[in-house]
């Protein structure tokens, strides 16, 4: 008796999809947030806030639906992305109600304003809308690669979303926003994910150009004259939003993106440190002119100076608060940061992390930051596709550009740029950002821990033959 069978080499791969491993540390970044919660409550008040079960069954609501969606619709994604995600969500909306409490922040607003009112409630509603995005990305967008067809049209909207703040204006100096009525949105968040999309699809295409054709110099390979075009271009964009807009942070992340996925893309050194060299070349030509960027960079070359401290104090309050908070901090609750007034909740809300939980505690903060971005690289090498190694690699490098450019200006290694800490700090646009970007990048992980399908039937198996006995 014979038994024909159709043989192959080739199998489909049967990963895990690890969705209980996410499940399991969604309850664990949701409980860590519930405790700080109390832990605030208990050491102000004395007694467990009455809001703590109303907070917590939001961040279970908001992280169980979440969870359930990637469950459904990304069953192969990197399962740590989400938890972390709502970890830095969680706390964030901590730290902002804790500030809430604080009384000189009350009397200031019902000073300036005549009534105040709390700020938590508020970002956990752009919460809610964030992760109705995040889920919204998800059911819509079945395929990253889809994103490569738009790519000139991603450019021309994030140029649109740079250049519309010149036309209202400034607020504390900087013109990123859109103010309609009650409502003002930034759109430089939403600008870095377009970027990003665009960067990916040409550098795609001309990535072999850039790569292959260049001259020796000095022990480096410099660019042809025709493919500096892109990058004089790119540089300058970067130094128009820095004059017309005067926002350092935004002209900060959108240069470095680029210099980062170039190098990414042609694996070319040369192009660093020519993306450098004309970084530093813009940034002191425009700060020997630029009032508001000489006021940014006097402040952080001498924050307790006299004429930097009539202007504004914000800098050298948050340098004390991280000296006050020492190696384990003050504890929740009991620190002083809300001295730095109006940002206290925004820009600065890492110098209550800092003063409050201490250099252990700035330090897990900054681990999960660098544990995001270690999954989007991680992301990008496993991708199967060249656009989607771009991408993760992209909004991977904005995330971890602008984690270093508001923690860097709040701690004083650099010109404070007025950015928002993501997921961390209060606002809108930033948290909206911020889970459409997570949401992308769970997308690209999907399609790359995706079980390869297996093989068609091929005629030439026909000629394979197991004859058993």
Same mark, same amino acid.
């Given at each position: 008796?014979?038994?024909v069978t159709?043989?192959?080499t080739?199998g489909a791969?049967?990963a895990?999809?690890?969705r209980?491993?996410?499940?399991?540390?969604?309850?664990?970044?949701?409980?860590?947030?519930v405790?700080?919660?109390a832990?605030?409550? @208990?050491?102000?008040?004395?007694?467990?806030?009455?809001?703590?079960?109303?907070?917590?069954a939001? @961040?279970?609501?908001l992280?169980?639906?979440a969870?359930l969606v990637v469950?459904?619709f990304?069953?192969?994604?990197?399962p740590?992305?989400?938890?972390?995600?709502t970890? @830095?969500?969680?706390?964030?909306?901590v730290?902002?109600?804790?500030?809430?409490q604080?009384?000189?922040l009350?009397?200031?607003?019902?000073?300036?304003y005549?009534?105040?009112?709390?700020?938590?409630?508020k970002?956990?509603?752009y919460?809610?809308?964030g992760?109705?995005?995040?889920?919204?990305?998800?059911?819509?967008?079945k395929d990253?690669?889809?994103?490569?067809?738009?790519?000139y049209?991603?450019m021309?909207?994030?140029?649109?979303l740079?250049? %519309?703040?010149?036309?209202?204006?400034a607020?504390?100096?900087?013109?990123?926003?859109?103010?309609?009525?009650p409502?003002? %949105?930034q759109?430089?968040?939403f600008a870095?994910?377009?970027i990003a999309?665009?960067?990916?699809g040409?550098?795609?295409?001309?990535?072999?150009?850039l790569?292959?054709a260049?001259?020796?110099?000095?022990?480096?390979?410099l660019?042809?004259?025709?493919?500096l075009?892109?990058?004089?271009?790119?540089?300058?964009?970067s130094?128009l939003?820095l004059?017309f #807009?005067t926002?350092l942070g935004?002209s900060?992340l959108?240069?470095g993106?680029f210099?980062?996925?170039?190098y990414v893309?042609?694996e070319r050194?040369?192009?660093?440190?020519?993306?450098?060299a004309m970084?530093?070349?813009?940034?002191?030509?425009?700060?020997?002119?630029?009032?508001?960027?000489?006021?940014?960079?006097?402040?952080?070359?001498?924050p307790?100076?006299?004429a930097?401290?009539e202007?504004?104090?914000?800098?050298?309050q948050?340098?004390?608060?991280?000296?006050s908070?020492?190696t384990?901090?003050t504890?929740?609750g009991?620190?002083?940061?809300?001295?730095?007034?109006?940002?206290?909740?925004?820009?600065?809300?890492?110098?209550?992390?800092g003063?409050e939980l201490?250099?252990?505690?700035?330090?897990?903060?900054l681990?999960?930051?660098? @544990?995001?971005?270690?999954?989007?690289?991680?992301t990008?090498?496993?991708?199967r596709?060249?656009f989607?190694k771009?991408l993760a690699i992209?909004?991977?490098?904005?995330?971890?550009i602008?984690?270093f450019?508001?923690?860097?200006?709040?701690?004083?290694?650099i010109?404070?740029?007025?950015?928002?800490?993501?997921?961390?700090?209060y606002?809108?646009?930033?948290?909206l950002a911020n889970w459409?970007?997570?949401?992308?990048?769970?997308?690209?992980?999907d399609?790359a821990?995706r079980?390869a399908?297996?093989?068609?039937?091929?005629?030439d198996? #026909?000629?394979t033959?197991?004859?058993?006995?």
């Open positions: 008796m014979s038994v159709n043989t192959t080739i791969i049967d895990p999809s690890r209980n491993t996410e499940l399991m540390m969604m309850v664990f970044a949701i409980a860590i947030s405790f700080a919660y832990n605030v409550g @208990l050491a102000m008040d004395g007694k467990i806030p009455s809001g703590m079960f109303g907070y917590g939001g @961040l279970i609501l992280g169980g639906v969870h469950r459904k990304a069953p192969y994604a990197d740590l992305l989400l938890p972390l995600a970890l @830095l969500n969680g706390l964030g909306l730290l902002i109600w804790r500030l809430d604080s009384p000189r009350i009397q200031r607003a019902e000073y300036l005549g009534a105040y009112s709390p700020d938590a409630p970002q956990l509603l919460s809610a809308i992760v109705a995005l995040f889920v919204a990305v998800l059911m819509v967008l990253h690669r889809i994103l490569q067809r738009y790519t049209i991603s021309a909207a994030a140029l649109v740079l250049v %519309i703040p010149m036309f209202f204006p607020v504390n100096g900087a013109k990123i926003w859109i103010s309609l009525g409502f003002s %949105i759109p430089g968040e870095k994910i377009l999309i665009f960067f990916s040409y550098l795609m295409v001309k990535r072999d150009a790569a292959l260049s001259r020796r110099f000095m022990g480096l390979y660019p042809r004259g025709r493919d075009g892109p990058i004089i271009t790119i540089w300058a964009l130094i939003i004059v #807009e926002d935004t900060l959108f240069f993106l210099v980062v996925m170039l893309a042609t050194t040369s192009w660093i440190v020519f993306g450098l970084s530093a070349v813009g940034a002191v030509s425009v700060a020997s002119f630029e009032p508001h960027v000489q006021d940014r960079v006097n402040a952080w070359l001498d307790f100076s006299k930097t401290m202007q504004s104090d914000q800098i050298a948050s340098l004390m608060s991280f000296g908070g020492g384990l901090g504890g929740l009991q620190g002083h940061s809300d001295l730095i007034m109006f940002a206290a909740n925004a820009d600065f809300i890492l110098s209550t992390v003063e201490g250099l252990a505690g700035m330090m897990a903060v681990l999960i930051y660098g @544990l995001i971005v270690e999954r989007g690289v991680r990008a090498l496993a991708a596709d060249p989607g771009l992209g909004l991977s490098g904005a995330f971890a602008q984690v450019v508001v923690a860097g200006g709040v701690m004083g290694l010109p404070l740029s007025g950015m928002t800490m993501p997921f961390l700090a606002g809108g646009s930033s948290v459409a970007l997570i949401a992308i990048l769970i997308r690209i992980s399609t821990r079980p399908p297996a093989p068609a039937p091929s005629s198996a #026909e000629m033959q197991v004859v058993r006995p």
